[in-house]
């Protein structure tokens, strides 16, 4: 079987043992949080496998708040998220 995944067979050999290459996945997952400002880049946090709000909860508290006192200017600051699920839990929040 060529690199690219691309084989040439006769007909009959669809399943034929050497038209057919056996792989494994591995599903392992890696999500990475991140925020900015316009004063540049705030911390990275990493998180293996699924988020829930529990964790999403932790990475807030930790990456975001001390990103925010790094990166903070004089005035108001606007919070924003993408649509991800966890974003709009409906677990109690802390103020």
Known sequence: MSKNGKVWRKNG???SLKC???????????MVW????????GQLKFVE???NILKYQDILCDGL???FDLLRE??????????????N???????
């Not at 991140?34 to 880049?41: H, I, K, P, R, T």
């Not at 004089?74 to 974003?87: K, M, R, T, Y």
């Open 13 to 15: 050999e669809v399943y």
């Open 20 to 30: 057919i290459r056996q792989t494994i996945n591995h599903h392992s997952m890696l």
């Open 34 to 41: 991140g925020c900015m400002s316009s004063n540049g880049l």
């Open 49 to 51: 496998r699924t988020i």
């Open 65 to 67: 708040l001390s990103s």
């Open 74 to 87: 004089e005035g108001s600051s606007i919070f924003q998220q993408d649509l991800a699920p966890v974003h």
């Open 89 to 95: 839990s409906k677990a109690p929040r802390n103020g």
